[in-house]
């Protein structure tokens, strides 16, 4: 009987706060997908550098450092940017970027590293220049490590940004922190379902994305073998 007054008190609370529910949703999509693109802009270009580059003690360096950024507790790197950042939107996302870039730079350095050099080798063969293997065969056949590298920080930053609302930069998780604070159920599982939900679709996407281009680039190195 509870759980069926409770069923009906949260449809109406939906009815009710669906246009907050809604703005959070889209404040809280901003706030991740900025820090994702954003990290795949370094660590993608910085990953392909680090894979051609034979200076283990620049590999050692880079990954040292973006390592460090993964050690530090979310709540503590909100802290530390506060002062030099204030609060609200722009520290939320310089922090989520900080901790995007480790997983895709990872990948994407696994990724060109796993091509076979052979294939490569049939591609110069054929008169690629330098530029077009690396967008032609390399770039395609590494895409399914970056993407699932991609994948991985997609659903942590999508689930990390709830944080972001301890410093004023709204989303779900003001939501959830409103709903402790007020001690109202209804606003901390609307916060915390949309939250998961996000997380799911987005990795379906990138899934559904992840298979497509590999498909594609198996008929890619198929074709520079046969040459």
Do not use: C
């Amino acid at each position: 009987m509870q759980q069926s007054n409770f069923f009906i008190k949260y449809v109406e609370f939906l009815q009710e706060r669906y246009p907050d529910i809604l703005i959070a949703t889209r404040d809280h999509l901003t706030i991740s997908a900025v820090s994702i693109v954003l990290g795949t802009l370094v660590a993608v270009p910085l990953g392909m550098f680090l894979a051609k580059n034979q200076m283990k003690w620049l590999h050692t360096l880079i990954f040292t450092i973006t390592n460090v950024f993964q050690t530090i507790p979310s709540l503590a790197l909100l802290a530390i940017l506060i002062p030099l950042l204030g609060i609200g939107v722009k520290p939320a996302i310089f922090a989520l970027f900080l901790y995007s870039i480790l997983p895709i730079l990872r990948n994407t350095y696994a990724g060109f590293h796993a091509v076979d050099p052979s294939i490569v080798e049939s591609a110069r063969g054929m008169g690629y220049s330098a530029s077009q293997r690396l967008l032609l065969i390399q770039f395609p056949l590494a895409f399914p490590y970056i993407m699932s590298g991609l994948r991985i920080t997609t659903v942590y930053i999508i689930s990390w940004t709830t944080l972001a609302a301890l410093i004023g930069a709204g989303g779900l998780g003001e939501l959830i922190v409103s709903g402790i604070g007020v001690n109202k159920k209804e606003l901390i599982i609307s916060g915390a379902v949309s939250a998961i939900l996000l997380a799911l679709l987005a990795d379906r996407i990138l899934g559904s994305i992840e298979k497509r281009v590999s498909r594609k680039a198996q008929t890619t190195s198929l074709n520079a073998t046969k040459a």
